[in-house]
């Protein structure tokens, strides 16, 4: 079932969502600042790329003061505009019934896309 929800969430922008991570971690790796930034966004566009089977949990790292402070910066030049923009396609995914498991899979994204670090991407089981 996850596969088949995967082809569906690639043909039907799951692939835009994760070129627009890919480019987005590529211009930030480019300056040596936003290295830790770039390869949060590359985890994110994996996982936009595969998202069903797929859950993430706070790591045992994850209360360290550098991981808030990274959390705090990325919300501020950029988490909180690809949260809303998820937040706004769970939305209008959510009219429909088709459209449900998509909408919750994109809350699932902007609560990622919110706070990233600190976080690891694992396989439901």
């Not at 835009?16 to 590359?42: L, R």
């Not at 990233?116 to 694992?122: L, M, W």
């Amino acid at each position: 079932m996850n596969l088949i929800g995967n082809v569906i969430w690639l043909v039907f922008g799951g692939i835009i969502i994760a070129i627009e991570y890919f480019i987005g971690s590529f211009i930030m790796i480019i300056t040596i600042v936003g290295i830790p930034f770039g390869i949060q966004t590359i985890k994110l566009g994996i996982l936009a790329l595969w998202p069903f089977g797929k859950t993430t949990v706070q790591s045992s790292r994850s209360g360290g003061c550098l991981y808030i402070l990274f959390n705090i910066i990325w919300i501020l030049f950029g988490g909180i505009w690809i949260a809303l923009t998820h937040l706004v396609f769970g939305l209008i995914l959510l009219i429909t019934i088709i459209g449900i498991p998509f909408g919750l899979q994109h809350f699932k994204l902007a609560a990622l896309a919110l706070t990233p670090f600190g976080r690891d991407i694992i396989d439901k089981k």
